[in-house]
Protein backbone atom coordinates (compact mmCIF):
# COMPACT_ATOMS: atom_id res chain seq x y z
CA UNK A 1 0.00 0.00 0.00
CA UNK A 2 1.46 3.11 -0.86
CA UNK A 3 2.12 5.91 1.91
CA UNK A 4 -0.17 8.80 2.39
CA UNK A 5 0.18 11.55 -0.30
CA UNK A 6 2.58 9.48 -2.94
CA UNK A 7 1.17 7.11 -5.28
CA UNK A 8 -1.10 7.70 -8.85
CA UNK A 9 -1.35 11.60 -8.86
CA UNK A 10 -4.47 10.67 -10.82
CA UNK A 11 -5.97 9.36 -7.45
CA UNK A 12 -4.75 11.77 -5.09
CA UNK A 13 -7.46 14.07 -3.64
CA UNK A 14 -6.55 18.05 -4.36
CA UNK A 15 -7.97 20.75 -2.50
CA UNK A 16 -10.62 22.61 -4.53
CA UNK A 17 -13.31 24.56 -3.84
CA UNK A 18 -15.85 23.02 -5.86
CA UNK A 19 -13.95 19.55 -5.00
CA UNK A 20 -15.41 18.04 -8.77
CA UNK A 21 -13.52 15.86 -10.72
CA UNK A 22 -9.72 16.70 -9.94
CA UNK A 23 -7.37 15.98 -12.07
CA UNK A 24 -10.08 15.36 -15.23
CA UNK A 25 -10.17 11.80 -14.26
CA UNK A 26 -13.48 11.62 -14.22
CA UNK A 27 -15.86 11.40 -17.26
CA UNK A 28 -17.93 14.49 -17.70
CA UNK A 29 -20.84 15.25 -20.31
CA UNK A 30 -22.23 18.27 -21.95
CA UNK A 31 -25.58 18.26 -24.11
CA UNK A 32 -25.22 20.57 -27.21
CA UNK A 33 -27.46 19.13 -29.09
CA UNK A 34 -30.15 21.63 -28.73
CA UNK A 35 -27.91 24.26 -29.15
CA UNK A 36 -26.59 22.83 -32.67
CA UNK A 37 -30.04 22.44 -34.04
CA UNK A 38 -30.34 25.67 -33.88
CA UNK A 39 -27.01 26.80 -35.16
CA UNK A 40 -27.49 24.27 -38.32
CA UNK A 41 -30.44 26.45 -38.85
CA UNK A 42 -28.62 29.86 -38.29
CA UNK A 43 -25.84 28.86 -40.80
CA UNK A 44 -27.88 27.24 -43.69
CA UNK A 45 -31.25 28.97 -43.24
CA UNK A 46 -30.62 32.43 -46.39
CA UNK A 47 -27.54 31.16 -47.80
CA UNK A 48 -27.43 31.67 -51.45
CA UNK A 49 -25.50 31.53 -54.55
CA UNK A 50 -25.78 33.70 -57.74
CA UNK A 51 -24.88 33.08 -61.51
CA UNK A 52 -25.42 34.50 -64.97
CA UNK A 53 -28.35 31.92 -64.93
CA UNK A 54 -30.16 33.28 -62.34
CA UNK A 55 -29.79 32.91 -57.81
CA UNK A 56 -31.04 30.23 -55.54
CA UNK A 57 -31.53 30.39 -51.58
CA UNK A 58 -32.17 28.23 -48.90
CA UNK A 59 -35.50 29.19 -48.18
CA UNK A 60 -36.33 26.22 -45.66
CA UNK A 61 -34.64 23.86 -43.20
CA UNK A 62 -37.27 21.47 -42.70
CA UNK A 63 -35.75 18.53 -40.39
CA UNK A 64 -32.98 19.03 -37.95
CA UNK A 65 -32.39 15.57 -36.34
CA UNK A 66 -29.80 13.87 -34.57
CA UNK A 67 -27.79 14.78 -31.23
CA UNK A 68 -24.20 16.19 -30.72
CA UNK A 69 -21.89 15.95 -27.34
CA UNK A 70 -18.97 17.33 -25.47
CA UNK A 71 -17.25 14.63 -23.14
CA UNK A 72 -14.00 15.26 -21.09
CA UNK A 73 -12.44 11.66 -19.88
CA UNK A 74 -8.73 12.16 -18.07
CA UNK A 75 -8.26 15.55 -19.42
CA UNK A 76 -8.72 14.28 -23.26
CA UNK A 77 -12.31 16.11 -25.37
CA UNK A 78 -14.06 14.00 -27.53
CA UNK A 79 -16.66 14.98 -30.01
CA UNK A 80 -19.72 13.61 -30.62
CA UNK A 81 -22.29 14.56 -33.24
CA UNK A 82 -24.90 12.97 -35.90
CA UNK A 83 -26.90 14.56 -38.18
CA UNK A 84 -29.56 14.03 -41.06
CA UNK A 85 -30.23 17.42 -42.49
CA UNK A 86 -33.07 18.31 -45.03
CA UNK A 87 -33.83 21.86 -46.25
CA UNK A 88 -35.82 23.14 -49.01
CA UNK A 89 -33.97 25.80 -51.98
CA UNK A 90 -36.10 28.07 -54.33
CA UNK A 91 -33.92 29.41 -57.51
CA UNK A 92 -35.09 32.62 -59.89
CA UNK A 93 -33.87 32.83 -63.45
CA UNK A 94 -32.35 35.56 -64.68
CA UNK A 95 -35.96 35.72 -66.80
CA UNK A 96 -37.97 35.40 -63.66
CA UNK A 97 -38.79 32.18 -63.67
CA UNK A 98 -38.98 30.27 -60.36
CA UNK A 99 -37.86 26.48 -59.03
CA UNK A 100 -37.93 24.32 -56.19
CA UNK A 101 -35.83 21.88 -54.99
CA UNK A 102 -34.94 19.70 -52.05
CA UNK A 103 -31.27 19.27 -50.25
CA UNK A 104 -30.85 16.16 -48.48
CA UNK A 105 -27.45 15.73 -46.26
CA UNK A 106 -28.04 12.32 -43.99
CA UNK A 107 -24.71 12.21 -42.52
CA UNK A 108 -23.01 14.84 -41.00
CA UNK A 109 -21.12 12.64 -38.15
CA UNK A 110 -17.89 13.10 -36.05
CA UNK A 111 -17.01 9.76 -38.33
CA UNK A 112 -16.82 11.32 -41.17
CA UNK A 113 -14.46 14.11 -42.74
CA UNK A 114 -16.02 17.39 -43.70
CA UNK A 115 -15.13 16.77 -47.16
CA UNK A 116 -17.00 13.20 -47.95
CA UNK A 117 -20.05 13.63 -46.04
CA UNK A 118 -22.90 13.56 -48.66
CA UNK A 119 -24.86 16.79 -49.91
CA UNK A 120 -28.23 15.40 -52.08
CA UNK A 121 -29.87 18.24 -54.40
CA UNK A 122 -32.77 17.96 -56.71
CA UNK A 123 -35.53 19.76 -58.08
CA UNK A 124 -39.01 19.18 -56.75
CA UNK A 125 -41.36 16.56 -58.63
CA UNK A 126 -42.60 18.01 -61.98
CA UNK A 127 -40.42 20.93 -62.13
CA UNK A 128 -38.99 21.38 -65.26
CA UNK A 129 -35.02 20.62 -65.89
CA UNK A 130 -33.39 24.16 -65.29
CA UNK A 131 -28.79 24.76 -64.91
CA UNK A 132 -30.11 26.47 -61.73
CA UNK A 133 -29.80 22.90 -60.27
CA UNK A 134 -26.52 22.17 -61.52
CA UNK A 135 -25.30 25.53 -59.67
CA UNK A 136 -27.14 24.26 -56.72
CA UNK A 137 -25.23 20.76 -56.92
CA UNK A 138 -21.56 22.97 -57.35
CA UNK A 139 -21.44 26.20 -55.74
CA UNK A 140 -24.05 25.89 -53.24
CA UNK A 141 -22.90 22.29 -52.29
CA UNK A 142 -19.35 24.26 -51.63
CA UNK A 143 -21.66 26.97 -49.58
CA UNK A 144 -23.32 24.43 -47.35
CA UNK A 145 -20.40 22.23 -46.98
CA UNK A 146 -18.15 25.52 -45.79
CA UNK A 147 -21.61 26.40 -43.51
CA UNK A 148 -21.45 22.82 -41.82
CA UNK A 149 -17.81 23.21 -41.19
CA UNK A 150 -17.92 26.52 -39.13
CA UNK A 151 -20.68 24.54 -37.37
CA UNK A 152 -17.84 21.93 -36.42
CA UNK A 153 -15.44 24.74 -35.25
CA UNK A 154 -18.16 26.47 -33.08
CA UNK A 155 -18.88 23.17 -31.38
CA UNK A 156 -15.31 22.55 -30.44
CA UNK A 157 -14.73 26.58 -29.58
CA UNK A 158 -18.17 27.72 -27.81
CA UNK A 159 -18.34 24.72 -25.35
CA UNK A 160 -15.32 23.95 -24.58
CA UNK A 161 -14.54 26.22 -21.73
CA UNK A 162 -14.90 24.49 -18.02
CA UNK A 163 -14.47 20.98 -19.47
CA UNK A 164 -10.98 20.64 -18.39
CA UNK A 165 -11.02 22.25 -14.76
CA UNK A 166 -7.80 23.74 -13.20
CA UNK A 167 -6.08 21.15 -10.73
CA UNK A 168 -4.96 22.67 -6.97
CA UNK A 169 -1.85 24.33 -8.45
CA UNK A 170 -4.11 26.61 -11.01
CA UNK A 171 -2.85 25.09 -14.21
CA UNK A 172 -5.44 23.54 -16.86
CA UNK A 173 -4.33 20.49 -18.54
CA UNK A 174 -4.07 21.04 -21.95
CA UNK A 175 -6.73 18.73 -23.91
CA UNK A 176 -5.68 15.84 -25.83
CA UNK A 177 -6.30 13.38 -28.40
CA UNK A 178 -9.63 14.44 -30.14
CA UNK A 179 -9.87 17.98 -28.61
CA UNK A 180 -6.51 19.28 -30.65
CA UNK A 181 -6.38 17.41 -33.95
CA UNK A 182 -6.41 19.53 -36.84
CA UNK A 183 -10.04 20.71 -37.64
CA UNK A 184 -9.18 22.46 -41.34
CA UNK A 185 -6.42 22.17 -43.64
CA UNK A 186 -5.54 25.24 -43.61
CA UNK A 187 -4.36 26.44 -40.48
CA UNK A 188 -2.09 29.86 -39.25
CA UNK A 189 1.11 27.95 -38.05
CA UNK A 190 -0.18 25.09 -37.13
CA UNK A 191 2.37 23.77 -34.17
CA UNK A 192 1.60 20.34 -32.60
CA UNK A 193 4.44 19.75 -31.04
CA UNK A 194 4.48 23.14 -28.39
CA UNK A 195 2.37 22.96 -25.33
CA UNK A 196 0.03 26.58 -24.91
CA UNK A 197 1.70 28.93 -22.59
CA UNK A 198 0.35 28.80 -19.02
CA UNK A 199 -2.78 29.94 -17.35
CA UNK A 200 -3.82 33.52 -16.92
CA UNK A 201 -2.32 35.77 -14.10
CA UNK A 202 1.21 34.84 -15.57
CA UNK A 203 3.42 38.26 -16.63
CA UNK A 204 4.97 37.28 -20.60
CA UNK A 205 7.08 38.93 -22.62
CA UNK A 206 5.70 40.56 -25.71
CA UNK A 207 6.84 42.03 -28.69
CA UNK A 208 5.77 44.02 -31.59
CA UNK A 209 6.47 44.03 -35.42
CA UNK A 210 5.34 45.45 -38.63
CA UNK A 211 4.60 44.13 -42.29
CA UNK A 212 4.47 45.63 -45.75
CA UNK A 213 2.11 43.90 -48.56
CA UNK A 214 1.24 46.11 -51.76
CA UNK A 215 -2.26 45.04 -53.49
CA UNK A 216 -3.69 45.44 -56.85
CA UNK A 217 -6.79 46.42 -56.05
CA UNK A 218 -8.60 49.75 -54.13
CA UNK A 219 -8.56 50.76 -50.82
CA UNK A 220 -12.33 50.16 -50.40
CA UNK A 221 -12.12 46.84 -52.21
CA UNK A 222 -9.07 45.53 -49.65
CA UNK A 223 -10.98 46.87 -46.72
CA UNK A 224 -14.55 44.86 -47.64
CA UNK A 225 -12.27 41.74 -47.70
CA UNK A 226 -11.11 41.66 -43.80
CA UNK A 227 -14.99 42.39 -42.67
CA UNK A 228 -16.89 40.43 -45.08
CA UNK A 229 -17.76 37.32 -43.59
CA UNK A 230 -18.12 35.16 -47.27
CA UNK A 231 -14.92 37.29 -48.05
CA UNK A 232 -13.32 36.00 -45.02
CA UNK A 233 -14.64 32.56 -45.68
CA UNK A 234 -13.24 32.52 -49.08
CA UNK A 235 -9.79 33.42 -48.92
CA UNK A 236 -9.21 31.67 -45.78
CA UNK A 237 -11.49 28.40 -46.87
CA UNK A 238 -12.84 27.25 -44.00
CA UNK A 239 -15.33 28.00 -41.64
CA UNK A 240 -15.78 31.81 -40.53
CA UNK A 241 -18.38 34.42 -38.08
CA UNK A 242 -17.61 38.22 -38.74
CA UNK A 243 -19.06 40.77 -37.40
CA UNK A 244 -17.70 43.85 -39.27
CA UNK A 245 -18.78 46.41 -37.05
CA UNK A 246 -16.80 48.26 -34.34
CA UNK A 247 -17.21 45.80 -31.44
CA UNK A 248 -18.22 42.99 -33.60
CA UNK A 249 -16.52 39.68 -32.93
CA UNK A 250 -14.84 37.46 -35.40
CA UNK A 251 -13.49 33.73 -35.47
CA UNK A 252 -11.68 32.42 -38.22
CA UNK A 253 -10.23 29.14 -39.46
CA UNK A 254 -12.46 26.92 -37.39
CA UNK A 255 -12.00 28.61 -34.25
CA UNK A 256 -8.25 28.60 -34.05
CA UNK A 257 -8.27 32.65 -34.41
CA UNK A 258 -10.14 34.94 -32.86
CA UNK A 259 -10.83 38.55 -31.58
CA UNK A 260 -12.74 42.06 -32.00
CA UNK A 261 -12.49 44.84 -34.01
CA UNK A 262 -11.64 48.18 -31.74
CA UNK A 263 -11.96 50.79 -34.36
CA UNK A 264 -12.95 51.27 -37.88
CA UNK A 265 -12.53 53.94 -40.64
CA UNK A 266 -13.55 53.11 -43.39
CA UNK A 267 -11.35 52.36 -46.28
CA UNK A 268 -8.14 53.68 -44.40
CA UNK A 269 -8.01 51.71 -40.98
CA UNK A 270 -8.60 48.73 -38.72
CA UNK A 271 -7.83 48.23 -34.96
CA UNK A 272 -8.35 44.98 -33.41
CA UNK A 273 -7.35 42.55 -30.61
CA UNK A 274 -6.22 39.64 -31.80
CA UNK A 275 -5.43 36.25 -31.23
CA UNK A 276 -4.12 32.60 -31.76
CA UNK A 277 -6.85 30.17 -29.03
CA UNK A 278 -3.41 28.44 -27.87
CA UNK A 279 -2.45 32.12 -26.41
CA UNK A 280 -2.90 31.95 -22.70
CA UNK A 281 -6.45 32.86 -22.28
CA UNK A 282 -7.36 36.69 -22.58
CA UNK A 283 -4.19 37.57 -23.67
CA UNK A 284 -4.97 39.52 -27.25
CA UNK A 285 -2.59 41.34 -29.30
CA UNK A 286 -3.21 44.46 -30.79
CA UNK A 287 -3.10 44.63 -34.54
CA UNK A 288 -3.56 48.06 -36.99
CA UNK A 289 -4.08 47.47 -40.21
CA UNK A 290 -3.30 50.93 -42.27
CA UNK A 291 -5.07 51.34 -45.94
CA UNK A 292 -2.93 53.64 -48.28
CA UNK A 293 -3.72 54.52 -51.99
CA UNK A 294 -1.14 54.17 -54.15
CA UNK A 295 -3.17 55.05 -57.26
CA UNK A 296 -3.52 51.16 -59.16
CA UNK A 297 -2.74 49.44 -55.83
CA UNK A 298 -3.01 49.69 -52.17
CA UNK A 299 -0.31 49.43 -49.31
CA UNK A 300 -1.00 47.76 -46.55
CA UNK A 301 0.58 48.01 -43.35
CA UNK A 302 0.22 45.49 -40.21
CA UNK A 303 0.81 46.57 -37.26
CA UNK A 304 1.19 43.83 -34.31
CA UNK A 305 2.04 44.42 -30.69
CA UNK A 306 1.61 42.58 -27.40
CA UNK A 307 2.44 39.59 -29.14
CA UNK A 308 3.86 36.66 -26.73
CA UNK A 309 8.13 36.88 -28.10
CA UNK A 310 7.44 32.78 -28.55
CA UNK A 311 4.83 33.34 -30.64
CA UNK A 312 7.01 36.22 -32.72
CA UNK A 313 7.46 34.17 -35.95
CA UNK A 314 4.62 32.20 -35.90
CA UNK A 315 2.10 34.86 -35.79
CA UNK A 316 4.43 36.86 -38.54
CA UNK A 317 4.56 33.58 -40.90
CA UNK A 318 0.62 33.75 -40.70
CA UNK A 319 -0.30 37.16 -41.75
CA UNK A 320 1.98 37.00 -44.65
CA UNK A 321 1.17 33.16 -45.87
CA UNK A 322 -2.89 33.35 -44.26
CA UNK A 323 -4.12 36.24 -44.96
CA UNK A 324 -1.78 38.16 -47.24
CA UNK A 325 -0.76 35.64 -49.80
CA UNK A 326 -3.94 34.10 -49.60
CA UNK A 327 -6.28 37.24 -50.14
CA UNK A 328 -4.19 37.79 -53.47
CA UNK A 329 -4.66 34.32 -54.48
CA UNK A 330 -8.26 34.11 -54.10
CA UNK A 331 -8.80 37.53 -55.64
CA UNK A 332 -6.28 38.41 -57.72
CA UNK A 333 -4.39 41.08 -56.27
CA UNK A 334 -1.42 39.71 -57.12
CA UNK A 335 1.83 42.29 -56.22
CA UNK A 336 5.40 41.75 -54.92
CA UNK A 337 5.68 41.83 -51.54
CA UNK A 338 7.42 45.04 -49.86
Known amino acids: MAKWG ?27 TSWSSEKLKELLMGLQVESEEGKCEITEVSKV ?30 SGIKYKGNIDIPNLSDENDIDDFDIGVSL ?22 TALASYVGFLKTEFTQGMILPTANGMTKQPTGQAITETSKTQIGSCSTAPPPSNTGVKIPTCKFSIRDTFLTSPEELYRVFLNQELVQ ?45 WPCEHYATVTLTFTDKGNETELKVDCRGVPESEEERTRDGWQRYYCHAIKQTFGYGARLC
Request: net charge neutral.
Open 65 to 94: EGEASINNRKGKLIFFYEWNLKAAWTGTST
Open 234 to 278: AFTRSGAMVGGEKGGKFRLLNGNVNGEFLELVSEQKIVMKWRFNT
Open 124 to 145: CKDEPETALLSLMRKEGANKIR
Open 6 to 32: EGDPRWIVEERADATNVNNWHWTERDV
